[in-house]
């Protein structure tokens, strides 16, 4: 029971990180400004990490490596981890080489829920509070990713219908990529 409580603990705290990463690495590029306050929240979480990062790793032109990288040793850590707290012990060489692909599948997977997440919280707040001051910063994360889909979609009778196939397509995405992660380290 212990060891289930410390996993639920471990999986929050990591996700939540890893997906702080994710959101630095989009704000940058998208080019967000870093003056906004919630841009200034997650540039304060992930600092201690990124920086560090940045001395070796340069961000490039329109992707934020560091950031990036920093996702990707947070998701290792977290695989490592997940795998001691349930078997007692650290995986051998072959589970170390499933870890480094199961840890890009698990940033994948992350991105994919904030895709989700943010996705949700733009549409329920569109019907609640139109005019909250986070919905500026929704629409311009999520833009890029419902534009094609409204091109693509027709806009029957004024609804737009592109939030939903975003949400289909996160969902489904998450779980090939859940599944793929789970037959290569088990976790």
Same mark, same amino acid.
């Given at each position: ?30 080019? !967000? ?16 990490? *990124? &920086? ?37 012990? !650290? ?9 480094? *692909? ?19 919280? &733009? ?10 001051? !986070?919905?500026?910063?929704? &629409? ?23 939030? !939903? ?23």
């Amino acid at each position: 029971m212990f060891g289930n409580i410390l996993h639920f603990i471990i999986n929050i705290v990591f996700s939540l990180f890893g997906i702080a990463l994710i959101i630095r690495a989009w704000m940058y590029a998208i080019r !967000l400004h870093p003056f906004n306050p919630y841009a200034q929240a997650v540039l304060r979480i992930t600092d201690w990490l *990124v &920086q560090p990062i940045k001395k070796v790793v340069p961000a490039g032109k329109f992707l934020d490596w560091p950031s990036l990288l920093g996702a990707y040793l947070t998701a290792l850590v977290f695989l490592l981890l997940t795998f001691f707290v349930l078997t007692g012990h !650290l995986p051998v060489v072959n589970g170390l080489l499933g870890a480094l *692909v199961a840890s890009l599948l698990t940033v994948l997977k992350w991105a994919f829920n904030l895709v989700l997440w943010l996705t949700l919280i &733009q549409v329920v707040l569109s019907w609640v509070n139109p005019m909250a001051p !986070l919905m500026p910063v929704l &629409q311009t994360l999520t833009a890029p990713l419902l534009d094609p889909i409204r091109r693509i979609l027709p806009s029957p009778g004024g609804i737009d219908f592109s939030p !939903l196939v975003l949400l289909i397509v996160a969902q489904i995405v998450m779980m090939v990529l859940e599944g793929f992660a789970y037959r290569l380290f088990g976790v």
